[in-house]
């Protein structure tokens, strides 16, 4: 499949049993119309929808599915990406530790790693788009805020934004 905005393969080549990939979403990536109001580069994560939203030239955005804040941990509002990061380390912070004590406090970047392969930072929050050890859950109401994305998409996401790009999430 070619990315009309780009040109380029967006890699979403099947297996040759017909099955799906290993570790890919159910919610394939897809350029779509965009009639929106916002500015090409910038990202909408509609969080009602479940989708990720990349704005691009010519009305039309680059469509990604993700994994949102399970109830109570839902939140809408305007940040920009503040710092990018391939295959990160995890520390869960103290909110999530006196909920889940059997967390471990730090782990290394890899495929272990619950941030997956690549992580967006939203301004000076504890939020982040990032990648997944749990590719089913993409789709899901399951995160403490995080929007979570396979590392197939998180992966083509990061090579597409920009430190300082405007992320508005809806509900």
């Known amino acids: 499949m070619i990315d009309p905005a ?3 393969p967006m890699r979403q080549t099947p297996r040759t049993d017909g099955g799906p990939r290993v570790g890919a979403s159910a919610i394939p990536r897809e350029t779509v119309s965009y009639a929106g109001g916002h500015a090409p580069g910038t990202v909408i994560i509609s969080t009602q929808e479940r989708r990720l939203y990349l704005v691009q030239p010519g009305r039309t ?26 295959w990160p380390d995890w520390r869960p912070p103290a909110q999530m530790l006196r909920r889940r004590p059997d967390l471990p ?13 690549r992580a967006l930072y939203l301004g000076s929050s504890l939020y982040r788009i990032h990648g997944s050890n749990e590719p089913h859950t993409i789709g899901t109401a399951v995160s403490s805020g995080c929007f979570r994305m396979t590392n197939e998409d ?12 405007r992320v508005v999430v809806t509900r």
Do not use: C, H
């Open 6 to 8: 780009t040109g380029q």
């Open 105 to 117: 406090r730090f782990m290394a970047g890899g495929p272990q790693n619950p941030l997956g392969a």
């Open 61 to 86: 955005a680059i469509r990604y599915g993700v994994g949102v804040g399970r109830p109570g941990f839902a939140w809408a509002g305007v940040k920009s990406i503040t710092r990018k990061a391939e």
């Open 154 to 165: 998180v992966m083509d996401l990061y090579a597409r934004v920009r430190v300082g790009t």
